[in-house]
């Protein structure tokens, strides 16, 4: 389905989130699948790693009443025969949450490909099928893996070079001064953190609608950004307060004492239906982020090639 869309120029975050509804709203008949799919994915992955784990809780629990001293002797190395059912319930759980894990980032891949391709072409005014949609997630399913997995080395970086500011600061300053130091700090990694994110989203939409991964997805998504930093805090400073206001909400609920199945209702619409929502929104906002960013980038490109060759005319 075609259609002439008119595209606001130099949008601010509430406009990139207006433009974002809309193309929600346009490409619905995508979207709302995709989304009830991964709703219920989630939730059944929730639900199946409170079956499974539910009897080696149990069972630890028990074991941990026997053997006050687990922890301490496991970590001396003393009575480990004693522990091997303790020490199994462990690595149950050790293999039950990997299991989750994986089919979660898989999940939340296919979600990612899935929400940005669909997005990207109804915001420039084209709606996919089904299959066209699964040709798209076909192609470039890849990409972000890449792209994450040095997003991941480069936030390793930092905290390690965080850490390592911190114990210099414990060394060095002053009582008096070290509060001031740790403050700056603190204020520093956080609006780092947000530019981090931000570049992560952004790397992530990159690799998908121009097929790139790695370390070249990031240095692309850097490059579109720039001169468009604050709008991306901005945009990543709402998402984080919407995510915090979920998270209370579910708190708050969650403390009227419930039994463990009435908690998973309450907590599942919380923490799938709405965080996948939330989610959805972010990956369409950043899309449309992406389309503004690159069409600013494009008209600088062209007025750098075509304003010297105009000057020689002259």
């Known amino acids: 389905m075609e259609s002439q869309l008119i595209k606001p120029s130099k949008m601010n975050v509430f406009g990139i989130l207006r433009e974002s509804f809309k193309t929600i709203k346009r490409n619905r008949t995508l979207l709302l699948p995709v989304l009830v799919l991964v709703f219920l994915s989630f939730s059944q992955l929730d639900l199946t790693q409170t079956y499974l784990l539910e009897p080696v809780a149990k069972d630890f629990s028990l074991q941990l009443a026997k053997n006050p001293k687990l922890f301490e002797d496991f970590a001396n190395h003393m009575h480990e025969a004693e522990y091997a059912r303790a020490i199994n319930d462990l690595r149950e759980v050790l293999l039950v949450k990997l299991f989750i894990l994986t089919l979660s980032s898989i999940t939340f891949l296919l979600f990612l490909v899935a929400t940005v391709s669909s997005s990207s072409e109804a915001y420039t005014a084209k709606v996919l099928n089904g299959q066209e949609l699964l040709l798209k997630i076909k192609?470039?399913?890849?990409?972000?893996?890449?792209?994450?997995f040095y997003m991941i080395l480069i936030i390793m970086g930092l905290f390690f070079a965080c850490s390592f500011s911190i114990g210099i600061i414990a060394i060095v300053a002053l009582d008096s001064w070290a509060y001031l130091f740790y403050g700056v700090l603190c204020l520093l990694v956080l609006v780092l953190w947000f530019y981090v994110s931000a570049l992560w989203i952004m790397s992530l939409v990159v690799s998908v609608l121009e097929n790139i991964g790695g370390l070249g997805a990031i240095g692309r998504a850097r490059e579109l950004m720039k001169g468009k930093q604050v709008q991306a805090y901005k945009m990543m400073l709402l998402f984080a307060l919407t995510d915090g206001l979920v998270y209370l909400v579910k708190i708050s609920l969650l403390s009227s004492n419930l039994n463990k199945w009435s908690g998973l209702a309450v907590s599942i619409p919380f923490d799938n239906g709405m965080l996948c929502a939330l989610r959805l929104l972010a990956f369409v906002a950043f899309t449309v982020f992406y389309h503004e960013c690159k069409e600013r980038f494009d008209e600088k490109e062209a007025k750098g090639i075509y304003d010297p060759i105009?000057?020689?005319?002259?």
């Open 139 to 148: 192609a470039s399913w890849k990409k972000p893996i890449s792209a994450s």
């Open 310 to 314: 105009v000057a020689d005319e002259v």
